[in-house]
């Protein structure tokens, strides 16, 4: 069983920079690929980035790729999603997602979820 709480989300003017945590519970988390999904208003879950339990394979959207990087730090539970050069577009709940044994860009590739924290970009 794992836990996850998001935070670091805000408002940010375009161009800025945002630098989102995931922390997660219990003694397994570094078994877990964690991925990031976002949901804009009125649009369906889409995958950001994930990545897997050691940290060396990682994969992005192509619409953030060069502009977010995520890493990990097993020793203290936690992942980070690092946002550079954000734009409108970028404005949406983010979510961090975790699962084992998968390296998944599809939302049912992940079994646990947080509950989400607000980025909004102001142009």
């Known amino acids: 069983q794992v836990q996850l709480v998001e935070s670091g989300g805000g408002l940010v003017q375009a161009g800025g920079s945002l630098t989102l945590s995931c922390a997660a519970s219990g003694r397994t988390f570094n078994t877990y690929t964690v991925a990031w999904f976002r949901q804009a208003p009125g649009k369906e879950r889409e995958f950001v980035a994930f990545i897997n339990w050691s940290g060396v394979n990682t994969l992005y959207a192509d619409s953030v790729k060069g502009r977010f990087t995520v890493s990990r730090d097993n020793g203290k539970n936690t992942v980070i999603l690092q946002m550079n050069n954000l734009n409108a577009e970028d404005t949406a709940v983010y979510y961090c997602?975790?699962?084992?044994?998968?390296?998944?860009?599809?939302?049912?590739?992940?079994?646990?979820w947080g509950q989400g924290t607000q980025v909004t970009v102001s142009s």
């Open positions: 997602a975790a699962s084992v044994l998968t390296l998944s860009r599809v939302i049912g590739g992940y079994k646990y």
